[in-house]
Each structure stands twice: as C-alpha cells, then as structure tokens.
C-alpha cells in the first residue's frame, strides 16, 4: 500500500476566489524521501496541509478529489487521527510551540497517546539527544532562537513516531550544524522504512531526496527521479525566470 | 564615520546569568552589505533587537549616526534603520498588501502621490501587484516575505536591518532581493544581512562578521 496517494486533488481557499491546487495527482511509496519545490504562493504549504489533514478539518475551503495517508481517507479522519500517520512540521514554529518547557513540548503528544511514564521520557531523552538540544530542555520555547523552535518543533513530531513526515521549509533557517543533524536523522528514518516529504527551495537540502516533484500555480508539472529534475528546475530558474543563484551543489548527503 | 558605533556592549536577558554578547565593540558603515553569521541561538537576533532599540544593552553604549541610541525614540531609530524581522507575521498588521507598503510611507510625511507612486514601484518590483488588496496573513511565507521587505524597502532608511531575509524565497526571488541589495549599496545606503544562506552570503556580502561565544569575528 501506498503510504501517500494524491488523486485528482483541487483546493481553494474559502476567502480566495482562485483555485490554490489545480487537479494533482501522485502516490509515494513507504520509505520514499520526496522533495516539494516550486516558487513561493504555488502551493507548496496549501498540500502540505491537506496530507495533514488541516485541510479540509480546519480551514475549510472546497476541496475536490482525495488525499490517503496509509489507505485512510483525510476527508473522514480527524486530524489527531492523521497525527499518529502523518507528522506536519510547519514552516512557522511558533505556531506549533505552546509549551511550557522545551521537554514538555517534546513530551506532549506521547503523553496524549497514554504512554507509560518510562516510554515518554526514553523518547523525549533520545529526541533531544538526537537533535542535539539536551541543554535547552527546561529551556521556554519563546526564548528560543528561530533555528532552535524548529529543531524543537521537529523533536515534538519525531516523539510521536510517525510513519510519514511532512516538513515544510524546516532547514532554510538551521545553521550548518543543524543542516547535516536533520539530514542524517532523515536517512536515517528513510533506512528505517519511513516515508518523509520535505519542501525546500535549497538544492542541498532536497539533494537527499529519491524523487522531486514541481509546482507551479497550483499544478505539479514535473515528477521524477530528483537528478534528473533538479537538472531541468535549474534549467527552468536560469531560462524563464532568468535566475542564476540556483546550482546543484552535489549529492554529498545523498541516497546511499 | 561609522553609521552605527557600538562600544563595550554587552547584553544578556533579564533573570538569566549568561551573557548572550560580552563586550561588543564594532563599527558599523552605511556602505556594502555586511553578512552576519553564527550558529542557532549564537545572539545575532538578540544583536539586532539592541541595534534598533527594542532591546537596552545591560553594559556600554551604541551610537547612531552620532547620536546615544538611548536618547532616539523607536520610531526616531526606525526612520534610520528599516528593520525586517525575522518572521513576517509580527510586523504584518494591515488591512490590505498596498496599505501594509504605504502605512510606512505615509508616515514620513511625503505628498500622497508620491507615496502612491512609491508604494507602486515596489509592489511591481517584488510582484506583489496581483495580491494589492489581498490581506496580508493569508499570503504564503515567501510571499509575506517580500511584503515585510517591500514595506521597509519603501522607507528608503540609511541602512537595511534584514534577519534571514532569505528564509521562505524562492531563488528568482532570492535573486530578486540580491538585485536590490545591489542597487541600495550603489546608492550609498548599507545593509546588515543576518543569514545561515551561505550561497546568498557569498554573493552579495562585502563583509562578513561572525557571532561565537557572544563576540563578533570578523572574516
């Protein structure tokens, strides 16, 4: 079974009159690492949503076609639901952080899930651990840097252990450091057998993936092998938009 | 003379022991684009919020343009500095795109058709004029992105505070920004760019300080 199926999916937003997502369609496959690009207001974040199921759940809008996560139906599950499937790291950490404390971010889903006392912390000790932020454990989350809310946002999606994890522009403010930590603990999860779809305009940071997608004004216009398509979005940027800051830099982080 | 003298600062947050920065002295010109780094949480936004006077420094003085920072009220600074936050959602709050861009403008007192005209200039230069009357918080990042900077940009400050100004563009309109960082400098106005965008860094910066252990290296 396909961990992700798009099928004919169009969306637009209630108070937008034009269509954000435009008849997309693709599946991807459990272990798979797939990068999302295309220029800013394409639709990058509005699909993002819709595999999390915040669309249609909370912002509403007119959706057309169908999202699966793991064969269900985001139409008929409610997003805490699609939250033990699918883990949605959001481009803006500050909307996802309300925690007290740093570990009782980290800590919060596992304890809604019931978990034994001993299990929340082996997680919380070997996500910190793992994102190297143990120091900041009792720090407050709003005296955080911006890079750090992201490491701690992404430490509360890995506590829960999803298998699917959407990541929405979480790299582009990490430090070098922070960089190859998260992209480690991406192979990592994809040798695990778990299925991630990044959104990233870096081409470093979507290097790691198997397959690239593009989007443009709401519709996919490109899938495929991501070689071969970071080669023909580099050629896209330099010839249509005249853009000449974008070089593939190597697949030194890349699929092994 | 430099634009922004900063002698023995030192800063660290209210009820915590460490100091976020320890005895900065650094001087900062409106000429070039100057590239601070530094790893997560190393201070480089804390560094910025005292540069603006959001935040006092517990130690030492920072002048602007010859004047104790400390004696210029926010909106005195603002006129001098044009700061773009790292999030665009805390400096976002108006009605409609063309009014975020010309709340600004407005306020410097210039003639309403010129405030028109420059509110255009910069709306079309960041493409932004198809969402004129869209409301702001429902943009996408990068494109509440271009309207933080566009909205500064308009005010034509001395000198350009960006904080990860890269982080949600795309690369057309990363190129897009460095054009304009470009042109700013040959205008003789200066720019302060913190940024972990190694690429974007190593193309336009002329200068290049580094945050470590709260003291700045200079590269």
Redesign the interface.
Known sequence: MDAIVVDRLSYR?Q??GREILKNISFKVAPGEIVALV????CG??TLCMCLGGIIPHYLGGMLDGQVLINGKDTKEYRVAQLALEVGLVF??P?TQLFAPTVEDEIAFAPENLCLPVEEVATRVDNVLDTLGITSLRKTNPN??????KH?VAMGAVLALEPSILVLD?VI????????RIINEILVDLRRRGKTILIVE??PEAVSIADRMLVLEEGRLIKDGETATVLEWWEFM?RHK??????TISGHATGPE | MAYIDIENVSFC?PGQSRFVLRDINLRIYKEGVTAVT?????G??TFSKLLIGLLKPVKGRIQLNGKLLSSLTLAQIGRQIGYVF??P?KQLFCETVEEEIAFGVRNLGLPPERVTQKVREVMDYFELSRYAQ??PL??????K??LALAAVFALEPGLLLLD?P??????????LL?DYLDKLVAANRGVVVIS?????ID?YATRLLRLEDGQFIEE
């Open positions: 937003y108070a937008v295309g220029l800013s207001g990058k974040s481009q803006d500050d005296h955080l840097s911006g890079g750090q490491l522009e582009a403010q990490l430090d070098p450091v922070g960089k305009h870096d940027l938009y005249g853009c000449d800051n974008w | 947050y530094g790893a997560n949480g190393s480089k936004t790292q999030n959602d869209a409301y429902s943009l996408s990042a990068g494109e992105r271009r990860e890269t982080t949600g563009l795309d690369p057309y309109r990363k190129q460095g972990h965008d190694q690429k974007f193309r």
